[in-house]
């Protein structure tokens, strides 16, 4: 287990974020990441104070893509204390819609659709076992269930 120095008000809580997979153009929307770790990556971040997790995902895909994102379903949440490296996160999931043409901003280098079985190998954080998830969602309906 990773021993995670207290927050602030000596409270050692994950921390909340989500994680949007934008269907475009027969695909799915990857971003570049700037920061480390480097990799491709759903659009996604943390989440503000004062801001729902839909608010959320809805602004950093618009932040990191251009794109404005209808947000379409919950995939799951994710909270393995290792899915990140920089510190135990919790992401909410969501699929969402989205037209035009996704251009890389804020925290990403580069953002570009990916089709769904010609997907980049070097996936940031658990990214590649959330697609695996999606692509299953999308083949039966079943969503994760732990």
Known sequence: MTHLAPAEGGHRNPV???????????????????NPPHGWALPGGFVDVGETVEQAAVREAREETGLDVRLEA?????????????????SVVFVATAEGSPIGQDDAEEARVFPLDGLPDDLAFDHGQILTDYLEYRLTGRRPLG
Do not use: Q
């Open 16 to 34: 909340p974020t989500v994680d949007a997979i934008i269907e475009l153009a027969g695909g799915v929307v990857l971003i570049r990441r700037r």
């Open 74 to 90: 919950l995939l799951h949440v994710y909270s393995d204390p290792a899915r990140d490296p920089r510190k135990h996160t919790i």
